[in-house]
């Protein structure tokens, strides 16, 4: 099925190790409204029906379900974790039951059926809620002009609430696609942090571990904000997550190229994309239109930029990359961030900008990498005094300790 069309051979064993195969004879309920979830399902054969208040006055078919439909995944996101409608066998059928456990194997594991998933999230939701809204209306129009007020109200309300829904699952899916750990390296620690200013955030970032001595370093930052900006920040993860990891330079000419084939005007994305060669203490990177990292060097106790031209991805196929390097002592540190973090205002609207931060970097560099992101963290919220942020924050600190020879 569509869903699952990215998935690779091992993850389509993993998915047949886990999954099974359930029969349901014709009146079986699968579940009812307010089950407790734990797996989602696929129609093998025969039909199911998606019921709503079973058994009541207002009991409502919300549609069938045949060969191939996929459902039950919406309970495995929500923070309740129960079940929005039943599901009830029309004739005998059978189902693949995917547990908990699998399904956030293969969001974790396949950034693109996490992007798939999140725009058939909202879909679904969105014609749900249609439904409930077209019958609203059916039934007011038989009541006098003195309802066309309440109408109003209730259609007012259950948009609002529609809204809140998809968000809802939408940063559900996204912080699941944020890194919550790094790999573990001698030598290096990894610190990050993001704070979106909407409820959905179009900031990303991303270590791997390429090598026994080289990690690739990732940040980046789609140029819009809100829904648009994670739905593009989704495809462009899947993208990036996809390719081979060769050469920072090749790597992102190779990017431009496939988000260029996408047509999205939303698709302009600023980022940094680099490899850290822990053998020679080299690091090597590839600065698109994005924020000037940050290299602490711990020696001279001084913070220097790292400089290198390019344009942000997806404007012209014609973009200038340039790959750029420099060589790391023990001690040295590196921060990247974007640009939410310097055009933080306070009340009187004035901006954190790049000098503050290069002195928290220079005045706490020596921190362990944890303690230098929220010294800077710190800085900044001091800085901002409760003003409300008006672009999403993202930071991310390596600290470079290699072990003694």
């Known amino acids: 099925m569509p869903l699952f069309a990215d998935l690779s051979l091992e993850g389509l064993q993993m998915l047949d190790g886990q999954a099974r195969i359930r029969g349901l004879p014709a009146d079986a309920w699968l579940f009812h409204q307010r089950d407790r979830g734990d797996a989602c399902y696929v129609v093998v054969s025969g039909t199911l029906r998606l019921v709503l208040e079973q058994g009541s006055s207002e009991e409502t078919t919300l549609g069938l379900l045949g060969v191939g439909a996929f459902f039950g995944e919406l309970s495995l996101l929500e923070p309740d974790g129960t079940r929005a409608a039943g599901a009830?066998?029309?004739?005998?059928?059978?189902?693949?039951?995917?547990?908990?456990?699998?399904?956030?194997?293969l969001l974790h594991t396949y950034p693109a059926i996490a992007y798939n998933m999140l725009r058939r999230v909202a879909a679904h939701v969105r014609r749900s809620d249609e439904r409930r809204l077209e019958?609203?209306?059916?039934?007011?129009?038989?009541l006098t002009d003195a309802y066309t007020a309440l109408e109003q109200a209730q259609a007012e309300a259950l948009r609002r609430a529609r809204a809140?829904?998809?968000?809802?699952?939408?940063?559900?899916l996204q912080r699941r696609l944020i890194p919550t750990t790094f790999p573990s390296v001698h030598g290096v620690v990894i610190a990050a942090a993001t704070f979106p200013a909407y409820e959905m955030s179009g900031d990303f970032y991303e270590v791997r571990q390429l090598s026994e001595h080289m990690l690739s370093i990732m940040m980046a930052d789609v140029c819009d904000?809100?829904?648009?900006?994670?739905?593009?920040?989704?495809?462009?993860?899947?993208l990036l997550l996809g390719m081979d990891q060769r050469d920072p330079l090749a790597l992102v000419?190779?990017?431009?190229?496939?988000?260029?084939?996408t047509n999205l005007d939303a698709a302009v994305i600023t980022m940094v994309y680099s490899h850290l060669d822990l053998a020679r203490r080299r690091f090597t990177y590839v600065r698109a239109g994005h924020d000037w990292?940050?290299?602490?060097r711990a020696k001279q106790g001084r913070v220097a930029m790292l400089e290198g031209g390019g344009m942000p991805v997806g404007i012209t196929e014609e973009a200038f990359f340039e790959e750029m390097h420099t060589d790391?002592?023990?001690?040295?540190?590196?921060?990247f961030y974007t640009d939410g973090l310097c055009d933080a205002r306070n009340f009187a609207g004035d901006t954190y900008g790049r000098e503050r931060l290069i002195s928290a970097v220079q005045a706490y560099g020596r921190l362990p990498a944890h303690g230098l992101a929220d010294a800077i963290l710190g800085d900044v919220r001091a800085f901002q005094s409760g003003t409300p942020p008006i672009d999403d924050l993202t930071l991310l600190v390596v600290k470079f300790n290699p072990e003694p020879s």
């Open 88 to 105: 009830i066998a029309v004739v005998q059928s059978e189902v693949l039951e995917i547990p908990i456990a699998a399904f956030e194997t």
């Open 164 to 172: 809140a829904r998809e968000l809802e699952l939408g940063r559900e």
């Open 328 to 335: 790391l002592e023990p001690g040295d540190a590196l921060v």
């Open 253 to 261: 000419e190779r990017f431009n190229q496939l988000i260029r084939t």
């Open 135 to 142: 019958d609203l209306r059916h039934k007011n129009r038989l």
């Open 225 to 238: 904000k809100g829904a648009g900006a994670a739905l593009v920040m989704a495809m462009a993860k899947g």
């Open 293 to 296: 990292p940050l290299h602490y």
